[in-house]
């Protein structure tokens, strides 16, 4: 397995990246709250962001190093990572939870009238209470904040070739827990207990935490891919679906396998044919220069062509720190794909009302084209007894 | 094992309450946008809120039944719970991501003028671009956005017999894997090994997934209780901390455990009995009608009683959908204890600079007192091989 973490010179490029953009957009700092843009500039990696007690900020500026502004805590684990200006408080303080701390921080980085990003478009949140945010606006005016979600998202959407090896490393442990299906996926056992052990299996393969299944089973297809598993036993004729979002230091896999139980229909063997085939298609053809709605076309035009009906929503998207990240292959998403870009392609197709089949797979863009970092799924729908 | 789910009064129930309070505080609708709220209202269960692509919307009016607007790949679920008016549109859309369908809901659920609250105090977030959030309320105005916290918070703290039982049930499945820890915990392995095992034995004792482990180890103590764990092996002499949060049918647990490896320091060893006769004694004096800042100050008096040096931080907090719930056990908090709460005792001391022992328990809080969801700690520092 590949060592832990990153060289102090990994982060102080994506640093350099952030504040190259945020020049040309004329922002004097970034703020920064969520799990994953904090882990992207430092490093600080830890699952206590599942606690939503307190918030956590971290700023860029426009030169210099990144400061934290951060509970008391996590002063520790902050201190092991590359930030040395970390700013504390007691959280959570109901009179002022890191307000004053924060709004004292900017001040002293942001020239009066300064801008300061802060991402707040599409697939960003801010993890922090709004009502704090707004205390802080007021408290910093003349300085003000603006949407810096083309700043962080431009950045973080290409990857390093040691981010590429991260992912690739976390693909390997999900390749080998899906290799092991017949172990945990057999005719009569209850999908609850498939998925346990489903991610027991991923923790035995190497995942360091699994924050991410879903799946389906029924007769010849699964009716939705986001819902908990039931008691119902796996069932001759069934296809079954595994997706997870398993994580190796601090770095997504998102990809699914599909297989027939005692036997596959004949309507499951042709969807799993035309969905192969379509994601084959886009292998192949998948360009830097292309928009993320190219390749929604190009799925659509494989799959309209071999007589499926196109399943709704997206078709793939951005992976890396999160399970899903931007771009989104729909019909409107008009991001420009580029070298270093890691997606899924995640194909989908309605072989009758409320039946469905799903195909994925996990690749980096390159110069050249697409570069698997999955395996690819078998050509034909495999049986497991 | 417990029944999955709750019945449709259950939801009802919490519904009225909210309403109530709304009522109360001339709110016309509440709108909630987090996993945590969006399940305590609808029943919506589901691990897809690890993607952070989508933004999925909740409204509460001031009568009837809530409102969801959420992506259309959520509708299969969300038509499963007791929820009927659903609507839908294809996320993530560049153009409107939801939000005149949103905007549309709220002008048509309240009257001109009216408030809707949302959750933006202390220990809230909204999980949705911020950019959106100011687009909806540009577009409902005379109709504004109040803070909702109290609305939420007050209610979602007092847990029903039901909800307390499904706690019940995740404490169980953390007490029978935290009993099996001679098994995945001896010395010589690395503590990232002993973490996986942690998990993958959580999963066989129940639970449905593992959404937070932490811990830590070191010679007679541990540095903090948020870090991933590194590939030290256990030695003879160290502390070892286990902590989680592992979820059944929704519902977490949060406590911790510590154990001795090979032999126990005496000021492990005391550390251990000064937390314990803390912890007992707040068992012993908790009560209905005291602040949450009471709660402090009892560790307080009786491990400064010991001689301790008392951690910093809270020193518990409410447990339930979340990982952590408001109200915390620091010197600040004035929020009232009321029968019914479920709440973490997590009292630590500092037995030399940066070298921590922690212990915790989750309680419920009755009439009477309280009562242990958790199987109290065993009296003595317990030493592994």
Redo the contacts between chains.
């Keep these: 397995m590949a060592e832990r973490g990153f060289p102090k010179a990994e982060f102080e490029r994506r640093v350099a990246a952030l504040q190259a953009r945020m020049a040309a957009a004329e922002h004097e700092a970034l703020l920064l709250t ?1 799990a ?1 843009d904090v882990f992207y500039v430092t490093g600080f ?4 962001w ?4 307190r918030p956590w900020y971290v700023i860029v500026p426009a030169s210099g190093d990144p400061v934290a502004v951060i ?4 002063a ?2 902050m201190g ?1 990572c590359w930030i040395e200006d970390i700013r504390t408080w ?6 002022d ?1 890191g307000v004053s701390l924060l709004a004292d921080a900017l001040t002293q980085l942001v020239s009066a009238g300064g801008k300061i990003g ?14 704090d ?2 205390r802080v606006s007021a408290m910093i005016v003349p300085r003000s904040f603006v ?1 810096g ?1 083309e700043v962080i998202q431009r950045v973080r959407e290409v990857k390093s070739e040691a981010e590429v090896e991260k992912i690739r490393a976390t693909c390997g442990v999900a390749d080998r827990t899906f290799a092991r299906a017949q172990e945990y996926a057999q005719q009569g056992v209850p999908l ?1 207990r498939v ?3 489903f ?2 299996v991923l ?2 393969e190497g ?8 799946g389906g089973a029924g007769q010849g297809g699964y ?6 598993a039931g008691p119902r036993p796996l069932a001759a004729g069934d296809v079954l679906m595994l997706d997870t ?1 398993a994580v190796r230091d601090g770095y997504f896999c998102d990809f699914d396998r599909n297989w027939a139980i005692g036997h596959a229909s004949d309507g499951a063997r042709r969807a799993y044919e035309v969905l192969y085939k379509a994601t084959d298609h886009v292998l192949a053809h998948l360009r830097v220069g292309q928009k993320a709605r190219d390749v929604h076309a190009m799925f659509v035009k494989s799959l309209g062509g071999s007589g499926a009906n196109v399943g ?3 078709l793939g ?1 951005g992976l890396g720190i ?3 990240e ?1 771009p ?1 292959f ?1 019909p ?3 991001t420009e794909l580029r070298a270093g870009m890691v997606l899924t392609l995640e194909p989908g197709v309605e072989i009758a009302p ?1 039946v469905i089949q799903v195909h994925e797979e996990n690749i980096v863009l390159r110069e050249s084209g697409a570069e698997l970092l999955s395996t690819r799924a078998a050509p034909e729908l495999p049986v497991l007894r």
Tied chains: 1, 2.
Excluded: K
Excluded at 45 to 48: A, C, H, N, V, Y
Excluded at 50 to 53: G, H, T
Excluded at 207 to 213: G, H, L, Q
Excluded at 223 to 228: A, E, K, R
């Design positions: 969520t994953a990696l830890t699952r206590f599942e606690s939503p007690a509970p008391a805590i996590g520790e684990l092991q007691d959280a959570p303080c109901p009179e939870d802060v991402p707040m478009g599409l697939e960003t949140q801010l993890r922090a209470p709004l009502g945010f707004e949407d979600t609850e998925f346990r052990d991610q027991r923790l035995e995942a360091d935490w699994v924050s991410y299944t879903a009716g939705d891919v986001i819902s908990p979002g709704g929503g997206r998207h999160t399970l899903t931007w989104s729909t409107m998403d008009q409320g």
